[in-house]
């Protein structure tokens, strides 16, 4: 790890790359954890990889090593400039940096493509990445993702702890934890703990053609609207019905009255999205 951290040192100064908070600049370490990306993300040597936020490249090399093309988006300048001298010197004819904001970009591939993302993630647009990859009609196969532990956990949250985040990512997705990452493992260290989280999309043709997905996530908001509040009465109060018809049409899927929006599964939901909306 040290050995990582002098490099990450010298080539912040050489390039004049001081690392930015607001960016969510922590640059990666710990060898162990690039290699565990790597294996989590099962690479082919036809695959596509969109990498996003290679920062000074080391996983954009072993990336490379494995997959038939990387396409790295970068947002800062100054890394995105060392990027493009850093894969001519190292002779990765596979990889191509991007500078641009990855929430803007269109990535403008043929539906048949399969892709998969690899990403080291600012927390503050985990949410806004997640909605716009799972939502797609052109999904990615797989995404391994580094994110706050308190992010990854959320997301893959069982019944009993769900929220509107985890039933986002479980409805379109199979997601695990795959490891760990103290905040030791980056330069510079950050406040919180980290997590490398694998997430599976599911095949297009699983409930997505019995359900509209603007009504289930209507429904989803509706019953997770005030947390302290059982299910039935937040959707008696989403779709101004009474708190007795709420309750009966969640009895009538072998729940509770007294349940709560935390407490029902992903198939739960979907079960409960054909009372309201059959």
């Given at each position: 790890m040290m050995e990582l951290l002098e490099k990450t040192e010298e080539l912040c100064r050489l390039?004049?790359?001081?690392?930015?908070?607001?960016?969510?600049?922590?640059?990666?370490?710990?060898?162990?954890?690039?290699d565990a990306v790597v294996v989590a993300a099962e690479l082919?040597?036809?695959?596509?990889?969109?990498?996003?936020g290679p920062g000074l490249g080391f996983l954009t090399a072993k990336l490379a090593q494995k997959a038939g093309k990387v396409v790295a988006v970068e947002l800062d300048d100054k890394l995105a400039a060392y990027l493009k001298t850093a894969i001519k010197t190292q002779n990765l004819g596979n990889v191509e940096i991007i500078n641009r904001d990855i929430l803007s970009l269109s990535l403008n591939l043929a539906s048949e493509t399969k892709y998969k993302i690899v990403?080291?993630?600012?927390?503050?647009?985990?949410?806004?990445?997640?909605?716009?990859?799972?939502?797609?009609?052109?999904?990615?196969?797989?995404?391994?993702?580094?994110?706050q532990k308190e992010v990854a956990e959320r997301?893959?949250?069982?019944?009993g702890e769900m929220s509107l985040l985890a039933l986002s990512v479980q409805f379109y997705a199979e997601a695990e934890i795959v490891r760990e990452v103290p905040s030791k493992d980056f330069y510079p260290a950050p406040e919180v703990q980290s997590a490398v989280i694998k997430i599976k999309t599911r095949p297009k043709h699983v409930h997505f053609s019995q359900i509209e997905e603007k009504k289930f996530f209507q429904l989803a908001k509706f019953g997770f609207s005030a947390k302290r509040?059982?299910?039935?009465?937040?959707?008696?109060?989403?779709?101004h019905i009474s708190t007795a018809e709420a309750q009966e049409k969640i009895e009538n899927i072998g729940l509770a009255g007294k349940i709560r929006a935390e407490d029902l599964s992903v198939a739960e939901w979907l079960e409960?999205?054909?009372q309201f909306y059959s």
């Amino acid at each position: 790890m040290m050995e990582l951290l002098e490099k990450t040192e010298e080539l912040c100064r050489l390039y004049g790359i001081k690392p930015a908070r607001s960016k969510g600049q922590n640059f990666l370490i710990n060898e162990e954890v690039y290699d565990a990306v790597v294996v989590a993300a099962e690479l082919r040597p036809d695959d596509l990889v969109l990498e996003v936020g290679p920062g000074l490249g080391f996983l954009t090399a072993k990336l490379a090593q494995k997959a038939g093309k990387v396409v790295a988006v970068e947002l800062d300048d100054k890394l995105a400039a060392y990027l493009k001298t850093a894969i001519k010197t190292q002779n990765l004819g596979n990889v191509e940096i991007i500078n641009r904001d990855i929430l803007s970009l269109s990535l403008n591939l043929a539906s048949e493509t399969k892709y998969k993302i690899v990403a080291n993630l600012p927390y503050n647009i985990s949410s806004k990445f997640l909605r716009k990859f799972l939502t797609t009609d052109h999904r990615p196969d797989l995404l391994v993702l580094l994110l706050q532990k308190e992010v990854a956990e959320r997301i893959v949250a069982k019944p009993g702890e769900m929220s509107l985040l985890a039933l986002s990512v479980q409805f379109y997705a199979e997601a695990e934890i795959v490891r760990e990452v103290p905040s030791k493992d980056f330069y510079p260290a950050p406040e919180v703990q980290s997590a490398v989280i694998k997430i599976k999309t599911r095949p297009k043709h699983v409930h997505f053609s019995q359900i509209e997905e603007k009504k289930f996530f209507q429904l989803a908001k509706f019953g997770f609207s005030a947390k302290r509040k059982m299910l039935k009465n937040n959707l008696s109060g989403g779709f101004h019905i009474s708190t007795a018809e709420a309750q009966e049409k969640i009895e009538n899927i072998g729940l509770a009255g007294k349940i709560r929006a935390e407490d029902l599964s992903v198939a739960e939901w979907l079960e409960l999205y054909k009372q309201f909306y059959s």
